[in-house]
């Protein structure tokens, strides 16, 4: 292949946080694309490969682009622009920072930080009840709370409810000590913290003693017609479809609900279908239902989490491949 060089042109106040601390970031850069960065003053010359120079040169530009609107460079929007610059919609990604959902409680913006988070966060807006299906570390809860929070604070909807079943991560807690709030409290606590996070825990505590914000499990939804409410069901993978339907027809008018689940950490006893799986299917395309599914390539926790749910996948489709081998072989006898 051919070799080539192109230069970038960065002031100090951009190449510093660019470059980050001891050059973490272009190490990376130049590792994963294959070639040679190095900077004389404001010039920033990469080397190498003509293909990989291009692709180095589309990610470098993005980060300043990122800097320049006052984001920070972390190992996982890094990650994500070279994965994007392998897909030729670098442009498509940098759209995605400039969303703004809301400020947390210590003053953090609030923003989508892949193209599969923008497009759940856009169907939440457009629509009045969607699915978030995805595995952990995609943002699926955390987003529609802040949703919530938002759509709260807009004086869009009255209260907000936040609901999941009562169901162990396979292990029996047998009976937990206190009272009713307190045997659920367990179950809620990721709630909570992402509520703590975002609202803040004074302003969060006020709005629940006002009955403004309602943490509860699934079962205490029964009978009940929620208006004027944002409601997030989550962990809805772990559902009875029973329970699915029953929630489905709770919703009122001037009320939106977010279900979010992971198909692939159903917690249900065996044999027990999961009421997700069956209300995607049964509702696919009914207008006002939103529907995403969002990949590893969504994930925005710590880079290995990624790398788990990956192996994870491939050892179940070769799982799934070797049962049908062994089906395939006993149909022939």
């Known amino acids: 292949m051919a070799q080539m060089e192109k230069t970038i042109q960065m002031d100090n106040r951009v190449m510093l946080p660019v470059f980050g601390q001891f050059d973490v970031n272009i190490k990376k850069l130049e590792k994963e694309c294959k070639v040679k960065i190095v900077n004389r003053g404001d010039d920033v010359k990469i080397s190498g490969e003509e293909s990989n120079v291009h692709k180095a040169w589309s990610v470098m530009n993005s980060m300043v682009a990122l800097v320049k609107k006052g984001e920070e460079i972390t190992d996982q929007n890094l990650n994500y622009f070279i994965s994007a610059a392998e897909e030729k919609n670098l442009e498509e990604v940098e759209k995605v920072y400039n969303d703004l959902i809301c400020i947390t409680a210590n003053g953090r913006p609030l923003k989508p930080k892949t193209l599969g988070q923008k497009k759940y966060v856009d169907l939440i807006k457009n629509n009045t009840l969607v699915f978030g299906v995805g595995p952990a570390g995609t943002g699926k809860t955390y987003l529609a709370m802040a949703m919530a929070i938002t759509a709260f604070k807009n004086n869009e909807v009255g209260r907000i409810i936040l609901t999941r079943p009562a169901i162990e991560a396979g292990e029996k807690l047998g ?149 049908d081998g062994k089906k395939d072989k006993r149909g022939r006898y």
């Open 175 to 323: 009976f937990l000590p206190g009272d009713l709030q307190q045997k659920v409290d367990p179950y809620l606590r990721p709630l909570y913290d992402a509520l703590y996070e975002i609202m803040g825990a004074e302003n969060f505590l006020k709005n629940m003693e006002r009955g403004l914000i309602e943490v509860a499990p699934l079962a205490y939804m029964r009978g009940r017609t929620l208006d004027n409410a944002f409601i997030v069901l989550d962990e809805a993978q772990n559902t009875t479809p029973e329970q699915m339907k029953m929630f489905l027809t709770r919703i009122g008018y001037g009320s939106k609900a977010v279900i979010t689940g992971d198909l692939t950490q159903i917690d249900l006893m065996e044999g027990k279908r999961s009421g997700l799986m069956e209300a995607t299917r049964i509702l696919s395309g009914i207008e006002g239902i939103g529907m995403i599914t969002l990949t590893n390539k969504d994930v925005v926790r710590h880079p290995l989490v990624q790398k788990i749910i990956l192996a994870y996948e491939k050892f179940e489709t070769k799982k799934r491949s070797d049962q």
